[in-house]
């Protein structure tokens, strides 16, 4: 059993490098994008965690921000594309206005289409984040949450394999794969 300060030491130490180094290795994402927000309350504070996931359920980016307006999904657009050479065919998102008069700011070209239905993929995408924040016993800052969800989900998903759309085989070596990455990317930090 590992405490969540033993956790939060490890991620503020390794976290965000072996994250970085991951994302530099994950394939290139899916064309069509599902968006949403999940509020997180940060000492007695409502702050709100904007997510984009791609079709295959690949974890995109993470902000976390304070307001839910169009700016913060301008902001988290922005962000969303900055290092990648490529835009997305489609945008997926729920009945929030502001990816609305983002999109047409940020992504003139892109389809959007919004539906809480269709938007499932990034509902429950934010699973592991509410665990992990149980676990935590909550996040104690807004830059201490933004640290670790951007590490967290990066090494979650690399661990990770979508199990229910793969036969045993495939998964095992999918596994097998994941922890030969890892063991590349930690013994290289090691080293250095």
Same mark, same amino acid.
């Given at each position: 059993?590992?405490?969540?300060?033993?956790?939060?030491?490890?991620?503020?130490?390794?976290?965000?490098?072996?994250?970085?180094?991951?994302?530099?290795?994950?394939?290139?994402?899916?064309?069509?994008?599902?968006?949403?927000?999940?509020?997180?309350?940060?000492?007695?504070?409502?702050?709100?965690?904007?997510?984009?996931?791609?079709?295959?359920?690949?974890?995109?980016?993470?902000?976390?921000?304070?307001?839910?307006?169009?700016?913060?999904?301008?902001?988290?657009?922005?962000?969303?594309?900055?290092?990648?050479?490529?835009?997305?065919?489609?945008?997926?998102?729920?009945?929030?206005?502001?990816?609305?008069?983002?999109?047409?700011?940020?992504?003139?070209?892109?389809?959007?289409?919004?539906?809480?239905?269709?938007?499932?993929?990034?509902?429950?995408?934010? =699973? *592991?984040? @509410?665990?992990?924040?149980?676990?935590? $016993?909550?996040?104690? +800052? #807004?830059?201490? !949450?933004?640290?670790?969800?951007?590490?967290?989900?990066?090494?979650?998903?690399?661990? =990770? *394999?979508? @199990?229910?759309?793969?036969?045993?085989? $495939?998964?095992?070596? +999918? #596994?097998?794969? !994941?922890?030969?990455?890892?063991?590349?990317?930690?013994?290289?930090?090691?080293?250095?």
């Amino acid at each position: 059993m590992v405490s969540y300060e033993s956790i939060r030491r490890w991620c503020l130490c390794f976290g965000t490098e072996l994250a970085a180094r991951l994302r530099k290795r994950r394939p290139k994402p899916g064309d069509t994008w599902h968006l949403d927000e999940v509020y997180l309350k940060i000492n007695g504070e409502l702050f709100y965690l904007w997510h984009a996931v791609d079709q295959h359920g690949v974890v995109l980016d993470i902000l976390v921000q304070e307001r839910r307006n169009a700016t913060a999904a301008k902001r988290f657009f922005k962000r969303l594309l900055m290092g990648l050479k490529y835009k997305p065919r489609k945008i997926i998102t729920d009945g929030l206005r502001s990816y609305g008069f983002a999109q047409r700011e940020v992504l003139p070209g892109v389809r959007h289409r919004t539906s809480r239905y269709l938007n499932n993929r990034a509902e429950n995408s934010h =699973r *592991p984040t @509410r665990r992990r924040e149980r676990q935590m $016993q909550r996040f104690k +800052s #807004r830059g201490q !949450a933004q640290r670790f969800l951007s590490a967290h989900t990066m090494i979650y998903g690399h661990f =990770r *394999p979508r @199990r229910h759309l793969m036969p045993a085989e $495939q998964y095992r070596g +999918s #596994r097998d794969k !994941a922890f030969q990455i890892w063991r590349q990317e930690t013994c290289a930090q090691l080293a250095a």
